[in-house]
């Protein structure tokens, strides 16, 4: 199989800002790719110039095989972050209206978006006003704007943002079940755990600059759990005597719990019995790093403090929820 | 192409099926509908019957007994019956040839005249030496509707015979009760003027009805003369020209503001990416253009067959000839591609209609200016002025369309270099604004100013 995508050496600039700074990227035909990153780090501007809605300012990019986006527009399904619907419009009338600026062929369509709309238990509202829809039934009726077509590319900008579980759910499944007709599939996200959950490959974006593009095993492989978590038996422990241990790099209490980190050179499950022995605990478990942590790390080497990325991170996600 | 067609055939609909919309449309025909019902019946109701007495204070003697002859029932009848045909001969002139039947302008006159009042008037001759001041007592209690004495005249002791030549003659005084009828103290007006030339005529010893044809004069209408024939000229037609400008201006106006509503509705509810992603931002403008331009057409063939059908009744619709109407087709498309382009910029680079007020002036103030130049325009449709203006765009379309309608025509020449002109520069706007549209769309946050708007076509 081929690249769905190829980015290389794309830059983008709004006026002194630098938005996107020479980004390389392949994206395999049938995967699923997270985008993630905090907010601002330039995704939607990487995703709007792959849809050739912004165009960059050096490098070049290849959709589906073709030089540009606007060739193969009917092959791609997109879902933008800044997304509405006609208020005026009727639902299946705005759907119908979509999907055949999509390219889908007029004869059946009807009964095609009444069908989907079913699926999302929607039916009822194909001869309702958009205006009249609650936020989360935009939003799928948005999704199903984005599908209708049956594109072999779907593009999806913070697809889950604002929705409540049951509806995350259903979109999810939906999303799923794209990927598994092998479609390539591409959404961003700033909540770390999303991309975990469900893509295979993660790039991460800061400061207009991929710094991850691996698999999510790859990623985890790399970076190897050397956290071990403790929670001392008596709750009283500061963990002095640990800080003095030459194997121990660092110890940072988290509530109820220690945060060990430990120095290259020592093998976790050593760490595991050796602190074991050494105070008595009701828990010992070694640290899987999230996403989010693999996040701080790369932030970390770069100079930013743990602390600045984990509140831009906390951030970006508060905002997504008061905001949408 | 497809999904341009696609693009205006919903910018279309979601216009032209808006309430507003199919209220503009209608409405003008439910209040055409209303005048031509209604009017008939509020004509015919009853006009108000005034009752009372005049009183006269006629020091020489010689005017009363005119005065008493003309206010007897029979002679007021008599008078309103010849202000009635004097009516039908007004409405008569004033009407174009065949604007109506004889029946309908009898009975137009008849209806108007139905509304004077009803006289019902007695006369009191007071003394020759009566005080004006005292006998004015009566006028001031009540009004005119409580009767009673409802006006006073008092004429002149010089009226009729002057001391000398070189003195003027007297006329007399009229004092009115408050609220009387206008229409009544006009007629007593006349009938004293008249009974007073009559007695003047008289003493002068010469016969009243031989002096009144001899100072008679009817005044004649204009009559235009020119290769085509000889015509009266009327109002109507520096109306025509006039009405052919406002179909063009109103169709602008309405799909020009149909098109900055869509654009500005499609950005700030966000839709505009998504359309971006299926379709090009210059598909996305073209078929929004052609898709009001649609909803404009449809207005000028509803308000143009209204007018059509206005005409056809005043049997005037020969006065329009097919290539005119078929030019106000071709300019109505040069002036709306112009504005709509404008128009499209300016939505796609605000936030809201807020906003959208201080760019839109100019452009409101572009399609104004033909109409406040419409009479400098209309006088003269071929002096430098309106030459200058008919070839100069974005204002030549509408001065066009003036002079094309007027009763000299611009010389045929001017209308292909009119076009062609408009032709370029709409080329233009459209290559400017195309620019402004697409980096415009994507721009939220701070109201741009034309600043802005020029920076965006310098970097797009």
């Given at each position: 199989m081929g690249d769905a995508i190829v980015l290389s050496g794309v830059r983008k600039t709004f006026g002194p800002k630098?938005?996107?700074?020479g980004i390389d990227l392949s994206i395999p035909e049938g995967s699923l790719v997270g985008f993630i990153g905090?907010?601002?780090?330039?995704k939607t501007t990487t995703i709007r110039m792959i849809m050739s809605i912004l165009f960059p300012d050096a490098g070049q990019i290849s959709v589906l095989g073709k030089a540009s986006a606007i060739e193969s527009k009917d092959r791609i399904g997109y879902l933008p972050e800044e997304r509405g619907l006609y208020r005026k419009m009727r639902v299946g009338a705005f759907l119908c209206h979509m999907a055949q600026l999509k390219g889908?062929?007029?004869?059946g369509i009807k009964q095609k978006v009444y069908g989907w709309l079913e699926r999302v238990n929607l039916a009822d509202c194909f001869k309702k006003k958009c205006e009249e829809l609650s936020k989360g039934m935009q939003q799928k009726v948005q999704f199903l704007s984005a599908i209708l077509h049956e594109p072999d590319l779907l593009i999806l900008d913070e697809p889950f943002s604002g929705l409540d579980p049951v509806n995350m759910r259903l979109l999810k499944d939906l999303f799923l079940e794209q990927h598994q007709m092998g479609r390539t599939i591409i959404f961003s996200t700033h909540q770390m755990h999303q991309a975990e959950q469900l893509c295979d490959r993660i790039v991460m974006i800061n400061k207009g600059q991929k710094v991850l593009d691996s698999t999510l095993g790859h990623i985890r492989a790399q970076h190897d759990p050397r956290t071990v978590l403790v929670e001392p038996m008596?709750?009283?422990?500061?963990g002095t005597a640990l800080r003095?241990?030459?194997?121990?790099r660092d110890v940072t209490p988290r509530g109820e719990l220690l945060e060990i980190g430990l120095r290259d050179g020592i093998e976790p499950r050593d760490a595991i019995r050796k602190i074991a022995e050494m105070m008595p605990v009701s828990r010992i478990e070694l640290h899987r790093p999230t996403l989010e942590d693999i996040f701080v790390e790369i932030a970390q080497g770069e100079g930013e403090s743990a602390e600045t990325v984990r509140e831009s991170l906390h951030a970006a996600a508060k905002s997504e929820e008061v905001g949408t | 192409m497809n999904k341009v067609l696609r693009v205006a055939w919903r910018e279309f609909t979601s216009t032209v099926l808006t309430k507003g919309f199919i209220l503009a449309i209608v409405l003008p025909l439910i209040l055409l509908g209303m005048m031509i019902v209604l009017m008939p019946l509020l004509l015919t109701e009853k006009a108000p019957k005034v009752s009372g007495s005049v009183a006269f204070i006629d020091p020489s003697g010689e005017v009363m007994p005119a005065i008493r002859e003309a206010m007897t029932p029979e002679a007021i009848l008599k008078r309103q019956d010849r202000r009635e045909g004097d009516l039908r001969e007004a409405l008569g002139r004033a009407a174009?040839?065949?604007?109506?039947?004889d029946g309908q302008l009898d009975a137009a006159a008849k209806s108007a005249i139905a509304q004077s009042p009803k006289l019902d008037l007695t006369i009191e001759e007071l003394p020759a030496d009566a005080s004006i001041e005292s006998e004015k007592e009566p006028l001031k209690t009540g009004t005119a509707q409580d009767g009673g004495r409802l006006a006073l005249i008092a004429i002149s002791p010089t009226a009729i015979t002057r001391q000398s030549t070189d003195e003027p003659f007297g006329s007399f005084e009229l004092y009115t009760k408050p609220k009387l009828d206008d229409r009544v103290s006009d007629d007593v007006r006349d009938v004293v003027r008249d009974a007073i030339l009559n007695a003047r005529i008289l003493a002068a010893g010469q016969d009243p009805a031989i002096i009144r044809a001899l100072t008679r004069v009817d005044r004649p209408d204009a009559v235009t003369v020119s290769k085509e024939g000889e015509q009266k000229t009327s109002k109507w037609e520096i109306l025509l020209p006039f009405g052919f400008m406002a179909l063009i201006m109103i169709s602008v106006m309405v799909s020009g503001q149909g098109l900055l509503t869509t654009t500005i509705e499609e950005k700030s509810n966000r839709i505009v990416e998504v359309l971006l992603s299926a379709l090009s931002p210059m598909e996305l403008m073209t078929g929004k253009i052609i898709g009001q331009m649609g909803v404009g057409l449809t207005l000028m063939a509803v308000y143009g067959a209204l007018g059509g059908g206005v005409l056809a009744i005043f049997a005037m619709l020969s006065q329009i000839s097919p290539l005119n109407a078929v030019l106000l087709v071709v300019y109505f498309v040069l002036a709306y591609v112009m504005v709509a382009s404008m128009m499209a910029a300016v939505g796609a680079a605000v936030n809201d209609v807020r906003e959208a007020q201080s760019l839109m002036t100019p452009i409101m103030l572009m399609v104004m200016l033909p109409y406040m130049l419409w009479l400098p325009i209309s006088r003269d449709p071929n002096g430098a002025f309106a030459t200058v203006l008919g070839l100069l765009p974005p204002i030549s379309p509408f001065v066009m369309v003036l002079r094309l309608n007027s009763t000299e025509p611009p010389p045929m020449w001017q209308i292909p270099v009119s076009i062609v002109i408009n032709v370029v520069s709409v080329y233009i706007m459209l290559r400017l604004t195309a620019k402004i549209f697409r980096v415009g769309l994507l721009m939220y946050g701070k109201p741009p100013n034309f600043a802005t708007l020029i920076k965006w076509v310098r970097m797009a």
């Open positions: 630098v938005a996107v700074e905090p907010n601002g780090a330039g889908a062929p007029p004869e008596d709750g009283l422990r500061d003095n241990e030459p194997w121990v | 174009p040839k065949g604007l109506a039947t």
